[in-house]
């Protein structure tokens, strides 16, 4: 994804009147995304670790700028401020924020859609992996459908607005029993 796909990304979402919360600064995709929800006078909220603020990456032109002192304040945050997750192809930052944010899913801790917007088949790889989990056990099927994919941002705002977290009751029991 190229920073322009980014911008349009930010512009899109703010035009169909949705405002931004992300990580704060003003580099790479992230950035860029916000950049295109400014420039459609859409809400941008930021939320970045003193660490990197003191770095310079912290990005002037947002709604807000929350400055909090750790990554989990900041995930914590991230999460209590947004209706859903929309992951953009990344690296280890963009998979821990995922990871984490569908864990709390899993666990009941949110009930928000978590969406991957894998463009060029950039999370291809992910996604059979995620499968296999689920087919080896480790992640129950209902789990695993809960990563919403799409490769165009309508569609996937489209499969986020109708996601249903599933209510499995108490799993973890459940779990415990089928092992005994």
């Excluded at 950049?35 to 807000?64: F, N, R, Y």
């Amino acid at each position: 994804m190229h920073r322009s796909a980014a911008h349009a990304l930010g512009a899109f979402l703010s035009e169909n009147g949705i405002g931004v919360v992300y990580g704060g600064g003003n580099v790479g995709l992230m950035g860029a995304l916000a950049d295109g929800a400014l420039s459609t006078k859409g809400e941008v909220i930021g939320v970045i670790p003193q660490a990197l603020m003191e770095k310079e990456l912290g990005h002037g032109g947002v709604t807000e700028l929350h400055v909090v002192s750790s990554m989990h304040e900041r995930k914590q945050m991230m999460v209590d401020l947004s209706d859903g997750f929309i992951a953009l192809p990344g690296g280890f930052g963009t998979l821990d924020e995922l990871f984490e944010t569908l864990t709390w899913l899993q666990l009941s801790f949110h009930n928000k859609p978590v969406g991957l917007l894998n463009l060029g088949g950039f999370y291809d790889g992910l996604i059979d992996f995620i499968a296999h989990m689920s087919l080896q056990g480790f992640l129950k099927p209902e789990h695993a459908a809960c990563v919403l994919v799409e490769s165009d941002p309508a569609s996937l705002l489209a499969t986020m607005t109708d996601f249903r977290p599933p209510d499995l009751g108490k799993w973890i029991e459940k779990l415990a029993a089928e092992t005994r």
